[in-house]
């Protein structure tokens, strides 16, 4: 999905991550807290979320979007510590080596993953969830629904919700 935030003077940012859990009340995601979309968040808790998908279904195109608004919360690492569990062993690696958007010499970048993923592999090293790893909740107060196929006009819905604890969402049809 990608995932937009913008700082306290509104400059926005937008980068690509993984929908990690989808809880009744949001969507779950997971980053390095030392990263500019963690910095964003304590600057402008709110953020805008996007998910595409356009593929061929029997000689048709289909493209389908379904986008959020609404508010961020930090969550516990303790919440959310099956998300860490079910990691491929690459993204803990990536978690306990890298400093997202830090400039790197490559190649010592590369070798020092080489050198963890080897002691893992011996059994010396079991990567841990770094304290810099943090988990943020999107808890929508829209969310709009998008299906087109060929050359039709596409369907929108849209839902606003009155951002209460007991959701109130009011639907609608927009144009596409």
Same mark, same amino acid.
């Given at each position: 999905? %990608?995932?937009?935030?913008?700082? &306290? ?5 937008? =980068?690509? $991550? ?8 949001? !969507? ?10 963690? /910095? ?13 998908? +356009?593929?061929?279904?029997?000689? &048709?195109? !289909? ?5 959020? #608004? ?6 516990? /690492?303790? +919440? %959310?510590?099956?998300?860490? #569990?079910?990691?491929? $062993?690459?993204?803990? !690696?990536?978690?306990?080596?890298? +400093? ?8 010592? @970048?590369?070798?020092? @993953?080489? =050198?963890?993923?080897?002691?893992? $592999? ?5 990567? /841990?969830?770094? +304290? @810099?790893? *943090?988990?943020?909740? *999107? ?16 369907? =929108? $819905? ?6 209460? /604890? ?11």
């Amino acid at each position: 999905m %990608c995932l937009s935030t913008s700082n &306290k003077e509104g400059k926005v940012s937008s =980068r690509h $991550l993984l929908l990690r859990r989808l809880d009744e009340d949001g !969507i779950v995601v997971m980053t390095d807290g030392r990263s500019r979309k963690s /910095q964003d968040l304590a600057e402008n808790p709110y953020a805008a979320a996007a998910f595409l998908w +356009s593929y061929n279904e029997d000689g &048709k195109k !289909i493209n389908r979007q379904v986008r959020l #608004e609404g508010r961020v919360e930090e969550m516990t /690492q303790s +919440s %959310c510590q099956e998300i860490w #569990e079910r990691e491929p $062993l690459f993204c803990k !690696i990536r978690a306990n080596i890298c +400093s997202q958007g830090v400039p790197t010499d490559w190649q010592e @970048h590369k070798d020092k @993953h080489d =050198r963890m993923y080897q002691d893992f $592999l011996a059994g010396k090293v079991d990567p /841990q969830m770094p +304290s @810099h790893v *943090v988990f943020y909740k *999107v808890v929508p107060t829209f969310m709009e629904f998008y299906y087109a196929f060929d050359n039709y006009i596409g369907d =929108r $819905l849209a839902f606003h919700g009155d951002g209460k /604890q007991a959701k109130v969402w009011k639907k609608e049809r927009i144009m596409a």
